[in-house]
């Protein structure tokens, strides 16, 4: 007879089915946070056309009446993932224009978008895309201007003081971030040479170039106007 085997009650199967580990909510704030980043990675990948309310709902794990609840639509979540990302373009580079002589000030702009670009390629693939709706920031073009706005005061400074025309610094300081701009484009692929000599040759090309600059610049061609 084999003798009887005492048992735990605590150890005793229970016919009870296992608890599902709950879920834990999202906060609205937390929700709204989750889906710009999901469409702001989506829309880097396949722009605005190629990215779909389902698809950002399924990432998310939501329904997409959620997507609806907070932005309105996928326009309504480009337009915020957008305005986000140029205040943090824009606040890096006028942070980063700290120094006295003007030569240092062209390398901090120039290292300021570099930098950008680096950190938060995402944003940056984004800005430079036509965005198919209007935004209350601008468009990536107006933001280049408003960057060349800061720059404009520090030219127009250095241009009176060698006795050229300040009314001109406009002109200069939108081409001077538009060369730094459209040359981050260019490096946002190739990623070549390291980021501290692009800047070096940007500022080596703009810092050259305003230093050899003629009062009154003349055209050597046959077309004079």
């Known amino acids: 007879m084999m003798d009887a085997v005492?048992?735990?009650?605590?150890?005793?199967?229970?016919?009870?089915?296992?608890?599902?580990?709950?879920?834990?909510?999202?906060?609205?704030?937390?929700?709204?946070?989750?889906?710009?980043?999901?469409?702001?990675?989506?829309?880097a990948a396949k722009g605005f056309e190629g990215t779909s309310v389902e698809e950002i709902a399924a990432k998310a794990g939501v329904s997409k009446p959620v997507v609806y609840e907070h932005f309105g639509g996928k326009e309504g979540l480009y337009a915020v993932v957008v305005d986000r990302e140029m205040r943090r373009l824009l606040d890096m580079v006028t942070s980063s224009l700290t120094a006295g002589h003007p030569r240092e000030l062209c390398?901090?702009?120039?290292?300021?978008?570099?930098?950008?670009?680096e950190e938060y390629t995402d944003g940056f693939r984004i800005l430079v895309r036509d965005s198919p709706i209007p935004q209350s920031t601008g468009s990536f073009a107006s933001l280049i201007s408003d960057i060349a706005t800061q720059v404009e005061?520090?030219?127009?400074?250095?241009?009176?003081?060698?006795?050229?025309?300040?009314?001109?610094?406009?002109?200069?300081?939108?081409?001077?971030?538009?060369?730094?701009?459209?040359?981050?484009?260019?490096?946002?692929?190739?990623?070549?040479?390291?980021?501290?000599?692009?800047?070096?040759?940007?500022?080596?090309?703009?810092?050259?170039?305003?230093?050899?600059?003629?009062?009154?610049p003349r055209l050597i061609g046959h077309r004079k106007s």
């Open 6 to 43: 005492a048992t735990d009650p605590s150890s005793t199967p229970s016919n009870d089915k296992p608890r599902r580990a709950r879920r834990t909510r999202m906060t609205g704030a937390e929700r709204r946070q989750q889906l710009l980043e999901i469409g702001r990675t989506l829309f």
């Open 107 to 117: 390398e901090q702009a120039a290292f300021a978008l570099l930098d950008y670009i």
């Open 153 to 216: 005061d520090i030219l127009g400074r250095e241009f009176k003081s060698r006795g050229f025309d300040p009314k001109l610094a406009p002109l200069y300081a939108q081409a001077l971030v538009g060369m730094v701009a459209l040359t981050g484009q260019w490096w946002l692929d190739v990623r070549r040479p390291k980021k501290a000599e692009v800047a070096a040759h940007l500022v080596n090309l703009a810092w050259h170039g305003l230093d050899g600059l003629e009062p009154k």
